[in-house]
Every structure is written in structure tokens, then in C-alpha cells.
């Protein structure tokens, strides 16, 4: 089965040609495919054309296997399932701007940070491009044309740097305007701290938000949560920021996960401050989502307004990341790991 999800209009028109097809046939496909719609939806081909393409290709390789509505507000998680039977998570968020969708770039992660659930497991697969946007078509889709996907942040389970290539198509399929039409400044790449892939990101002349998942103010510290930073030092990784900020012209977001006992006393806040002094950049502090299968501990509420307070007297912007859809479990690989779980058990 070919998967036409991630081809451009004109990767789309050529094989339309291949397949003996006009190349109109492929901008058609191409409009219908983005705006959510299988091939029996396609009224404008005809029949005997729909049904030949059933046989041979895919259109939404994304499905929704489950849903969970907050009852604090209005996220939704959803568990999104692939065609080859795996699963990944997506949460819908309603900001006053409109609605943001955190998705996954692959089917668990190799990236084995100690706090998060979508690493228990390590790497199944890398998402295709198709397969990331599908996430997005199917958000639509269970908005029903009331409303659309606004802005994406890939923040769901996965490492996006270390699925680069189907990740940057993703991006430039996005901004297709007969597409999702997502302009990239409404886009959130976060990274573990790839430092190579983040120069290669610079490169790449796409207006996307870098977030660097921080966690710690020094190496000592960061090594103890996040594998990654053996392979390359916080120095290393601020040096790629500041070339990122200098190449795009935009501030970076640190994002700076909070766990008791760990990183969040006040000179744990000096020292990063000291690091990030000068720079373009935001701090995003995240209280520990605790997962019960990692022995970490979270942090009081207390412990989180004297954090904050202490790095915006030494001057570094700061805010606390809004906690939404506390109560479905939003929180990162977890409602994947739960079905699994049960799925295991009913075995
Ligand atoms: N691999 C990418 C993106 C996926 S995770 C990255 O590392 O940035 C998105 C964010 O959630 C990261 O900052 C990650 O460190 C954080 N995160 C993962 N598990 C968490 C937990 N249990 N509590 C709080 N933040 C968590």
C-alpha cells in the first residue's frame, strides 16, 4: 500500500502520472487528503477510480482508537492508531488562540530520560511524515469543521531530531497552502538536546519555535535524568541555541522539568540563570508529572512560586507551563502505556 499522506502536491501529481492518471487527479487527492477525507469522500474522482485506490494506497493512515475529555477543561487526549497496529498519543489543547495539537514523531523513544513514560519501552518505529500529519487530519476531523488545528507542538512521545528527515517534510507539508496551511511560527519543535541535528535545524530556513528540554542546571544534574547529555554537555547545547537564535532571529524555549529532590532549590536557579544570562530565551517550568513506574518525586506548589519568583529576580523570563487535562492523564506517554498495559492483561 502506498501511503499518499505525506507526498506534495507535485510528488502526488507524478505518481497520479505513473499510475496512468492525470496529473489533476493528484491536486484533488492532494486537497481532499488535507482536509481530512478518505477515499469514499472523494466525490469529485470517480467511483471505479475511488475503488482502485482503496486496493492500492492510503489515505489517513491515522485513526483514533481512543478519547478522553477533561472535565477541568476542554483538552482531549487521544490515542491515535497506526496501520500497522501501533499507537501513539496526541493531546488537543483550546488556548484563547485557538487550538494546539501535541503529537508524536515516533512510536516511543530511544532518548531514555528517567521521568518519562515514552521511553520505558525504548523506540518501536519512527513516524513517517504522512503519519504526523495524520495526527493533525484526524484533530480536525473530530472537530467537525467548527474549528482546526491552529498550532502543533511536537512534544508528544519521541525524539523529533532523531527522526529528522520525515520530520522536516512533515514541516514544509504544513505550510502547503491547499493543505493544513500551519504557518511554522505556529510550530514548537522540542528536542532532548541533539546538538548536531539542532545546527542542521538552523540551516533549514523554517521559522519553527526551538524548545530545549533543559531539566537541569548543570551537567551533573543532567546526567542523572537525561542519557543524552553524556553524549553532549549543557555547554555544547546553549552554544547550538545561541546559533539558533543568531540564525533565525528567534528566542529559544527552555523547558525545565521540576522534581523534588533533584534540580529546585534556589541555587539551582541561580546557576542556570548564570548560564542562560544574555541570551534570547524563555524558561517553561514543568512540576514532574509523576509516573509511577520511575522513582521520582514531584514538587510542592510551594516549591514551584519559589523557583519561579527566584529566576525572574535574576532577570530570566519565565513562566510556569499550564498544567491542562490533569485528570486524563495528558501527561506524556502515559495513556499509551496504560491501554498497553491493559491490553496485556486481557490477553
Ligand atoms: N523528545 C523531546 C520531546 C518530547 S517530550 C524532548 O525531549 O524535548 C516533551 C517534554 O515533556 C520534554 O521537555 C520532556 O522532557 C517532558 N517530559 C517528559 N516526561 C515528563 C514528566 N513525567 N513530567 C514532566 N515533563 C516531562
Known amino acids: 500500500m502506498t501511503e499518499l499522506t505525506g507526498m506534495t502536491p507535485q510528488e502526488l501529481a507524478d505518481w497520479c502520472k505513473e499510475q496512468g492518471l492525470p496529473a489533476f487527479r493528484g491536486k484533488q487527492i492532494f486537497h481532499w487528503i488535507h482536509q481530512s477525507a478518505d477515499f469514499d469522500e472523494m466525490t469529485n474522482l ?3 477510480l475511488r475503488e482502485k485506490l482503496k486496493e492500492t494506497a492510503v489515505a489517513q493512515p491515522v485513526t483514533i482508537l481512543e478519547k478522553r475529555q477533561s472535565a477541568l477543561d476542554d483538552t482531549v487526549k487521544f490515542l491515535f492508531g497506526l496501520k500497522d497496529g501501533n499507537c501513539v498519543e496526541g493531546v488537543l489543547m483550546h488556548y484563547h488562540h485557538g487550538y494546539t495539537l501535541c503529537i508524536s514523531t515516533q512510536v516511543g ?6 521521568f518519562c513514560a515514552s521511553t520505558l519501552e525504548g ?6 511524515a504522512g ?3 495524520g495526527e493533525i487530519l484526524c484533530a480536525n476531523r473530530f472537530l467537525a469543521g467548527k474549528d482546526r488545528v491552529h498550532n502543533v507542538v511536537l512534544m508528544g512521545s519521541g525524539e ?4 529528522y528527515d520525515n520530520v522536516m517534510k512533515f514541516l514544509r507539508l504544513l505550510r502547503e497552502e491547499d493543505g493544513v496551511n500551519i504557518g511554522l511560527r505556529n510550530v514548537s519543535l522540542s528536542t532532548c538536546g541533539i546538538v548536531p541535528r539542532m545546527y542542521d535545524l538552523a540551516e533549514e530556513n523554517l521559522p519553527v519555535t526551538l524548545s530545549v528540554s533543559l531539566h537541569a542546571p548543570n551537567d551533573e544534574i543532567r546526567r542523572q535524568t537525561m542519557p543524552i547529555a553524556k553524549v553532549y554537555p549543557m555547554a555544547d547545547v546553549l552554544e547550538a541555541c545561541r546559533n539558533y537564535i543568531q ?9 525545565y522539568a521540576l522534581v523534588g529532590g533533584v534540580n529546585c532549590e534556589d541555587r539551582h536557579a541561580e546557576e542556570l540563570a548564570s548560564k542562560l544570562r ?3 530565551c524563555h524558561v517553561n517550568l514543568i512540576p514532574l508529572n509523576v509516573v509511577e513506574e520511575r522513582h521520582l518525586k514531584g514538587v510542592t506548589e510551594q516549591t514551584v512560586r519559589r523557583f519561579t519568583e527566584k529566576l525572574e529576580s535574576l532577570h530570566i523570563s519565565v513562566t510556569r507551563r499550564r498544567e491542562m487535562g490533569d485528570d486524563i492523564e495528558g501527561a506524556c506517554g502515559q495513556l499509551r502505556r496504560k491501554t498497553l498495559q491493559s491490553m496485556e492483561k486481557k490477553q
Open 123 to 128: 523506540c518501536v518505529r519512527s513516524l513517517t
Open 109 to 114: 523513544c530511544r532518548m531514555g530520560c528517567t
Open 160 to 163: 523529533p531530531l532523531d527522526n
Open 247 to 255: 540564525k533565525t532571529g528567534r528566542r529559544v524555549i527552555f523547558e
Open 278 to 280: 544574555g541570551m534570547q
Open 131 to 133: 503519519e504526523m500529519l
Open 46 to 48: 470517480p467511483l471505479a
